[in-house]
């Protein structure tokens, strides 16, 4: 209870710093929170890249950074960035979806096919169009999209092809597009909290669960599992959202400030993500535990998930998807 209310008094100390202007001399906090440890690629080489870059800077803007979901849970602090009691957040599409389902299209299983199609999109005229309709939509803006890592499947028996899911409960985080994933690709869901992951696994309530390989290892998944399948299902993203109203407090000068930063520390983020996973499947592989399944066939996983997608999304999130597969490279 004790740790509820520090959070919530720290929330609400951000919001009302937040009130300050940008353009009347004093100087603006923005509180921005994640999911994520200290040690985890996206504090290190992301959100603590955007605070220091920021705050060197000496332009009167502030950002203090609460990681390891001190404020929170993903649901909860979007929540509160949508109410301007938090400033700025890093949340995946599918928590996003929730308030704006287009959105969501960008977690689906095996539409994008990698990193670099992601940013191509985003970048693009489509990515802007969304990012439009989401801030029209939440009160919240998008300044950019970083890479997660390709997700993969742990379990304690090799997953190569779409048949292994059976008998497996697998976890997946509680939103619709994540258990649509796991519709699309033949497994049976579990959904737990990612704080409940870990002894969920070790009590065996499930017997598998999907993250990026530095998540997994972050979390010490590999204590309790045997197997890591390369599946690649999900090109992973988080978008780094900020409430309108913060960021119009925000001087012309700050803004620019605050979205180059965001932006620059993409690539140094991707490159942080991507070391990180080379070296613990190193590690991995050196000690043969866990098992680094690689012989995986994608094309079985993907050509499924495409096919379920395709015959069930309606509306904008069926244009949507189509369009991202029609500029696959």
Known sequence: MRLAVLAAASVLAAGCSAMNSGDDGGTVTLSFANSYTTQHPHSRCGIQAVADAV???????????????????????????????????????SALAASHAPIGVLDMAYVFDGPDHLFSFFDGEQGKRLKAEFAEATGTRILDVWFFGMRHFSANSPIREPGDFKGLRMRFPDSKVYLENAKAIGAKPTAVAFEELYLSLQRKIIDGQENPIPTIAEKSLDEVQTHVSLTGHQT?????????GSW???????????QKAVSETRAGNRKCIEEDEKKILAEWKGKGEPAVVEDVDRTAFAEKARKYFGETLEGEQAELFKMIRSTAP
Do not use: C, H
């Open 55 to 93: 705050n060197g800077q000496d332009l009167g803007v502030k950002i203090e950074t609460f990681p390891n979901s001190q404020l929170g849970n993903d649901a909860t602090r979007f929540t509160s960035v949508r109410s301007g009691d938090l400033d700025m957040d890093v949340q995946g599409s």
């Open 248 to 258: 119009k407090k925000l001087s012309t000068e700050q803004q620019a400030a605050l």
């Open 236 to 244: 992973g993203s988080q978008m780094i959202v900020i409430n309108d």
